[in-house]
């Protein structure tokens, strides 16, 4: 689907709601070519902040990927097994500050009787 990117990107400003956060979350199966449809389906009501599981991208991918006038707040990519992920894009018009956790992976034995 085509969008008109520069019409959303001279009105997006006015388009936040300054009340409150608005936080969208979807679940979109694969996000490869999907990027200019999904800010489409939620003009004019702009989030703050977007939500996508399910992105079956790497993490180059994610880093290349664009979202207009949204920047990259954190990801995860599966390594081992295709698909699966989560990415969270932050409204260029907020300051935020991400935290990096130390994930401690703990190695399970399996208990046998």
Do not use: W
């Amino acid at each position: 689907m085509d969008i008109n990117t520069q019409y959303i990107h001279n009105h997006n400003q006015t388009k936040l709601n300054n009340e409150y956060i608005i936080i969208y979350h979807q679940n979109v199966r694969s996000l490869k070519n999907k990027a200019d449809e999904l800010l489409s389906h939620l003009y004019p009501d702009l989030p703050h902040i977007i939500c996508l599981t399910e992105h079956h991208m790497n993490i180059t991918e994610i880093k290349f990927l664009n979202l207009e006038n949204y920047n990259l707040g954190a990801q995860f990519c599966r390594i081992a097994i295709g698909k699966g992920g989560e990415v969270t894009y932050i409204h260029n018009s907020l300051k935020f500050k991400t935290t990096e956790l130390d994930i401690v992976k703990k190695k399970t034995s399996k208990y046998v009787e």
